[in-house]
């Protein structure tokens, strides 16, 4: 069974700019959560998708939106990017939402802004 | 507020010696699980682990245990002989069920370094 897989592995973009992430999850998962790694804050749960909707939402300003497609893919976008917003991104999907689900990552997309 | 803390940031042994990296975690609720994930320099989180709050039985799993205790709000992982592939940065994680909603909370992660 392929794991789950995120598009690009690798992003740079300028500030102002947006971005758009993308997931796909194990197959026949349809949970499909966000979180965003840096080295100052950690790992910081962004939202969660199940159903084409978003079921949970972390502390993050507006400019960080996503949503989840009717084959259980995800994308994240962020606009106006920060040079704050620089990141590891990750993606986890699980067969169904609730607190004591186990998630299974993605290897992440590294956002870099300029 | 939850909260999961992981003190030690990095630690380094020697390959063959035990190590326990150490988590203690704050929550309000009664029913919560406990996980823990490595993160190996290729950035992808494992699942190792996962604990509900109604289980305090420790679990072991080759050379992985773990420690659980509601006393302490400890959730404590132990490698034993300790190899080079256990090299990684190891998270603790939290998530409680608050009317509907959950977040998962994790902590600042400890890197571990296993030298030859």
């Known amino acids: 069974k392929a794991g789950v897989t995120q598009t690009p592995r690798y992003l740079i973009k300028t500030r102002g700019q947006q971005v758009t992430l993308s997931c796909s999850p194990i197959?026949?998962?349809?949970?499909v959560s966000w979180y965003q790694q840096t080295p100052g804050q950690g790992l910081q749960f962004l939202f969660e998708y199940f159903s084409e909707t978003q079921r949970n939402k972390g502390n993050f300003p507006g400019r960080f939106s996503g949503r989840q497609f009717s084959n259980s893919r995800s994308e994240m976008n962020v606009s106006t990017l920060e040079l704050g917003d620089s990141a590891l991104y990750l993606c986890?999907?699980?067969?169904?939402?609730?607190?004591?689900?186990?998630?299974?990552f993605g290897p992440g997309t590294r956002l870099t802004v300029l | 507020a939850q909260k999961v803390t992981q003190a030690q940031t990095e630690i380094s042994v020697v390959e063959k010696e035990d190590v326990t990296l150490d988590c203690v975690y704050e929550?309000?609720?009664?029913?919560?699980?406990l996980f823990w994930y490595k993160q190996p320099p290729s950035g992808e989180l494992v699942f190792l682990i996962r604990r509900n709050s109604f289980d305090e039985q420790n679990e072991i799993s080759g050379r992985y245990s773990w420690n659980f205790q509601k006393s302490t709000s400890s959730f404590n992982f132990t490698i034993t002989a300790s190899q080079v592939v256990d090299s990684a940065v190891y998270f603790c994680?939290?998530?409680?069920?608050?009317?509907?909603?959950?977040?998962?909370?994790f902590g600042t992660g400890t890197r571990l370094k296993v030298l030859a």
């Open positions: 994680a939290l998530s409680e069920d608050t009317s509907g909603t959950y977040k998962y909370i």
């Open positions: 929550t309000r609720d009664t029913t919560y699980y």
């Open positions: 986890a999907s699980s067969l169904a939402p609730g607190s004591g689900v186990e998630q299974f």
């Open positions: 197959s026949g998962h349809r949970s």
